[in-house]
């Protein structure tokens, strides 16, 4: 039972190996001008986490999300630099690189990148 086990993982194994990944062939940048959609701030915050007779407290660090979309591609971009100029801004433009990515599959692959 355990030869049997064993050699179908080594199957699956092999298959999943030789299926592979679709593989960028062609990448292009354009700059636009993007909308801010949304801008979020949640802040850290400690967890107290009980390890027998010891209570450790674990720190989980503040997070910053903007949204930002151009003709109907949007992308949450994470970080306080982009927050800060953001923040309260909503709707307003703001110069960004649109990627496109085109993989080997014929699948076409479209996000924004902020330019700093």
Known sequence: MRLRFAALLILIAVVVSLTGCAKVIDTQEEAVEATIVDTRFYAGYYTYIKSGSTTIM?????????????????????????????????GATIQCNLITESYDDGSVKQFLEWRK
């Not at 720190?59 to 949007?74: K, Q, V």
């Open 58 to 90: 674990q720190w989980h660090p503040a997070r910053y999300y903007t949204t930002l979309e151009y003709n109907g591609i949007s992308t949450d971009i994470f970080g306080s630099d982009l927050y800060s100029i953001c923040h309260g801004k909503n």
